[in-house]
């Protein structure tokens, strides 16, 4: 019968898993956020714009351009992200914009 109990030579299931999950590719290191790419800094930017009331007879354009910033961070993570948690991630903000945009 094999030994179920987990120890340092051998990581349990779950643990195995969040490895999987979240450790980058190319380091080696747990990695869910990162310093943000120029795509998610023009989304920042616009949500201050917008947020800040800077500009109000351009809200749609602001708001348009935050949506495709996202739109764009979201498919360069879900095709290019270090782990399948920035994937998911990735899908999961480019499936939301695009259900925004589409109703």
Known sequence: ?????????????????VDW??????????????????????WVITMVVA???LYPSRTDEIHWLGAGALIAWGADEAL?????????????VLGWQIYRLVS
């Open 80 to 92: 290019r992200g270090v782990n399948p948690a920035r994937r998911l991630l990735g899908l999961l």
């Open 51 to 53: 947020g800040l009331g």
């Open 21 to 42: 999950f979240l450790r980058d590719r190319g380091t080696g290191r747990i990695t869910f956020v990162q310093w943000p790419n120029p795509a998610l800094w023009v």
């Open 1 to 17: 019968m094999p030994d179920r109990d987990p120890s340092p030579s051998r990581p349990s299931g779950r643990r195995r898993f």
